[in-house]
């Protein structure tokens, strides 16, 4: 076995670097300033970053983390898009467990608005098409969740991961499931897909973080 063998990395991603990297996320958040209700995404993403990178215990990590990562397509010649938060196991560039950041329950124009169906289609959709994580069996969705109401959220997002299941490659009915690697955690989840390339079913790990006043 090599390093550059996708099955061992996925075996590491996760029975360690998930639950670690999880982990490091729910750490700095509890650290920094909540968004506000109409903060963008990148915002938020920038001050959780910072936060991972500046805490105490960030030696203990043996990972790289990466902010705005671009993805490129080397058969194509060309970019397929920009990872948010990226956590790098190796000097492999093609490893990687990658958490897509989408603001949910956010102030648009002075409406509040859901965007479930952004965090489903903007976002879930990249791992599952292979814009994202191409030679990994592992990704996540960091959901912000800008009003406080992480129940609302997940319920919305759940109907949306509903509507859409066929293009996401999910069985009927298309649910999410308890998390695997955060079993214990009711706002942590992932969902299984199957993607056109692969063999194997594609997990995306789901966690949902709550943002302005509790």
Same mark, same amino acid.
């Given at each position: 076995?090599?390093?550059?063998?996708?099955?061992?990395?996925?075996?590491?991603?996760?029975?360690?670097?998930?639950?670690?990297?999880?982990?490091?996320?729910?750490?700095?958040?509890?650290?920094?300033?909540?968004?506000?209700?109409?903060?963008?995404?990148?915002?938020?993403?920038?001050?959780?970053?910072?936060?991972?990178?500046?805490?105490?215990?960030?030696?203990?990590?043996?990972?790289?983390?990466?902010?705005?990562? =671009?993805?490129?397509?080397?058969?194509?010649?060309?970019?397929?898009?920009?990872?948010?938060?990226?956590?790098?196991?190796?000097?492999?560039?093609?490893?990687?467990?990658?958490?897509?950041?989408?603001?949910?329950?956010?102030?648009?124009?002075?409406?509040?608005?859901?965007?479930?169906?952004?965090? =489903?289609?903007?976002?879930?959709?990249?791992?599952?098409?292979?814009?994202?994580?191409?030679?990994?069996?592992?990704?996540?969705?960091?959901?912000? =969740?800008?009003?406080?109401?992480?129940?609302?959220?997940?319920?919305?997002?759940?109907?949306?991961?509903?509507?859409?299941?066929?293009?996401?490659?999910?069985?009927?009915?298309?649910?999410?499931?308890?998390?695997?690697?955060?079993?214990?955690?009711?706002?942590?989840?992932?969902?299984?897909?199957?993607?056109?390339?692969? =063999?194997?079913?594609?997990?995306?790990?789901?966690?949902?973080?709550?943002?302005?006043?509790?």
């Amino acid at each position: 076995m090599t390093a550059g063998d996708t099955a061992y990395w996925d075996d590491l991603f996760v029975e360690r670097l998930i639950p670690s990297a999880l982990g490091l996320v729910l750490d700095a958040w509890d650290r920094i300033a909540r968004p506000a209700g109409d903060e963008h995404e990148d915002v938020t993403s920038v001050h959780l970053y910072s936060a991972m990178k500046t805490g105490k215990d960030r030696q203990r990590h043996p990972f790289l983390i990466r902010y705005q990562d =671009v993805e490129v397509d080397t058969d194509l010649g060309k970019a397929t898009g920009r990872k948010d938060i990226v956590f790098f196991p190796a000097n492999e560039e093609d490893i990687y467990f990658c958490l897509e950041a989408k603001r949910l329950n956010a102030l648009v124009a002075g409406v509040r608005r859901s965007l479930a169906y952004e965090y =489903v289609r903007e976002g879930m959709q990249r791992f599952v098409d292979g814009k994202y994580s191409r030679h990994v069996r592992h990704g996540g969705m960091l959901g912000y =969740v800008l009003d406080n109401d992480v129940d609302r959220a997940m319920d919305k997002v759940a109907t949306a991961i509903h509507l859409h299941h066929q293009q996401l490659g999910m069985e009927s009915p298309g649910e999410m499931r308890a998390s695997g690697v955060r079993p214990g955690d009711p706002h942590a989840k992932e969902t299984h897909h199957k993607r056109q390339t692969d =063999v194997a079913l594609f997990r995306i790990h789901h966690l949902f973080v709550p943002g302005g006043p509790g």
